[in-house]
């Protein structure tokens, strides 16, 4: 399912070069389990735990990001990114909760392999790229799960009554969350006008593609969990 506020711009461009790999990441079993409200509970815990610990990692990586900026029009929409995702903490705490899972358990729980590949990947790009090449290893989450949750928001097939996971959907197609992402992309957008040629589209595609890589294997960690639960009880 296609939608405008994807398809357009450099974003566009490089949300088609991933092709499969992005095929994979929004319709991963994950999340058709999601929307269908049969994904394995185990998975979704395990899924959440991680999730805090990459939010940490993930704000960090937008301060890095405010640094590289000097325009005082992006210094002032990567900082309002930056204060969003802060904000969004203790959501994902009371959020957490509900789930039964505490904001002591979580924060003791170990990084996954998969939540330290992602998010220090990004950190590396960061670190050792410019404002736009960590701007674009960020973009696969930033738009991908305001995708997702459209998707699923607007697909016939999704069940929403009985459905332990409609929360967590309507979340991410909720307009105060896509009037966030349209400014990561208006920011992502106008960084792409000034930094990148057409030189410099196939460095980032690879990074905006290994971002998704890295992001698809995020949902498959929580159904690896669920699985090896099983074969363990």
């Known amino acids: 399912m296609s939608h405008p506020l994807f398809d357009t711009g450099f974003y566009g461009r490089l949300r088609q070069q991933a092709g499969s790999q992005w095929h994979a990441y929004i319709g991963h079993d994950f999340v058709r389990q999601l929307g269908q409200g049969t994904l394995p509970p185990a998975a979704f815990r395990h899924?959440?735990?991680?999730?805090?610990?990459?939010?940490?990692h993930f704000?960090?990586?937008?301060?890095?990001?405010?640094s590289k900026l000097s325009e005082p029009e992006a210094l002032r929409s990567a900082t309002a990114s930056l204060n969003a995702i802060v904000s969004e903490l203790p959501l994902h705490q009371a959020y957490c909760q509900q789930w039964g899972i505490s904001e002591a358990a979580m924060a003791s729980e170990?990084?996954?392999?998969?939540?330290?590949?992602?998010?220090?990947?990004?950190?590396?790009?960061?670190?050792?790229?410019?404002?736009?090449?960590?701007?674009t290893a960020l973009m696969p989450c930033v738009a991908g799960y305001a995708e997702i949750g459209l998707t699923l928001l607007l697909d016939p097939a999704t069940r929403f009554e009985g459905n332990p996971y409609a929360a967590w959907i309507e979340n991410y197609g909720d307009e105060a969350y896509l009037a966030g992402v349209r400014s990561s992309l208006s920011l992502f957008e106008t960084l792409a006008r000034q930094r990148a040629g057409e030189h410099r589209f196939h460095p980032l595609a690879e990074i905006f593609t290994t971002a998704t890589r890295l992001e698809a294997?995020?949902?498959?960690?929580?159904?690896?969990?669920?699985?090896?639960?099983?074969?363990?009880?």
């Open 217 to 233: 294997a995020f949902w498959q960690m929580g159904l690896n969990h669920a699985a090896a639960q099983r074969i363990s009880s």
């Open 47 to 56: 899924y959440l735990t991680q999730d805090y610990l990459f939010l940490l």
């Open 59 to 66: 704000a960090r990586a937008w301060g890095l990001l405010i």
């Open 110 to 135: 170990p990084e996954a392999v998969e939540t330290l590949n992602y998010t220090r990947y990004v950190l590396d790009v960061g670190h050792t790229g410019d404002a736009l090449e960590l701007l």
